[in-house]
């Protein structure tokens, strides 16, 4: 009895049951009308739609926040209590300078997939350097809205 208690316990969740959470930057409310030869004409509502469209056993559920503080309060709900199987983040320009986003990433109990709009290798050098790449389980950056889908695949495998 205790064996058949502990596959249930330990199984993996079906994709069915997945929880993702995605989690939104600084100045990323404005896409669509944000600099459109950088980050695209379409909005981040319209992202949402078809990622739930084409994910419908998934819950994707929405966060954006122009406030650090106020994003790392979100992923330690998310992270430890939410019950969520992932986190993407686009941490916008937080990316370059936070150390509390990495610390707080380290220690959450989900994988994070760090997200770029823009190819940030091709833009100013300060860009070059993510602060949170090396505590997230993956970097996907320079796909458009898109490369939102594949840290979603990402994390549904």
């Not at 409310?29 to 949402?48: D, T, V």
């Not at 990622?51 to 419908?56: A, G, I, T």
């Not at 823009?118 to 997230?136: D, G, T």
Request: with cysteine; aromatic share 8%.
């Amino acid at each position: 009895m205790v064996f058949h208690s502990l596959i249930r316990i330990f199984a993996p969740k079906s994709k069915k049951d997945m929880k993702i959470q995605i989690i939104n930057g600084p100045n990323l409310n404005l896409l669509g009308q944000r600099e459109p030869g950088i980050y695209g004409s379409e909005s981040m509502e319209n992202c949402l739609t078809a990622l739930r469209s084409r994910y419908p056993q998934v819950q994707i559920d929405y966060y954006q926040s122009n406030v650090e503080g106020e994003l790392i309060n979100k992923m330690q709900e998310t992270g430890f209590a939410g019950g969520y199987d992932g986190i993407v983040l686009n941490a916008g320009a937080y990316t370059h300078t936070s150390v509390a986003l990495h610390d707080c990433i380290r220690s959450l109990k989900c994988p994070v997939i760090e997200v770029h709009i823009s190819n940030v290798h091709q833009r100013e050098a300060f860009r070059h350097k993510s602060m949170i790449s090396a505590a997230c389980k993956g970097v996907i950056c320079g796909f458009g809205l898109d490369s939102y889908r594949l840290a979603v695949e990402a994390l549904i495998g």
